[in-house]
């Protein structure tokens, strides 16, 4: 159980950081779906 805290504490920021990371990333391909998602859903 030591260890695996350890690693706990070791991993925690950097997961935070890779998570906000990616979150970011994410809301960008999100916003740009939505961009081409209404795009060709107001296209005749």
């Not at 350890?6 to 960008?28: A, D, S, W, Y």
């Amino acid at each position: 159980m030591k260890a695996l805290s350890q690693n706990e504490v070791f991993c925690r920021p950097l997961i935070n950081i890779c998570g906000k990371k990616l979150f970011f990333q994410r809301e960008k391909i999100v916003k740009k779906i939505k961009k081409y998602f209404f795009h060709f859903a107001t296209a005749p």
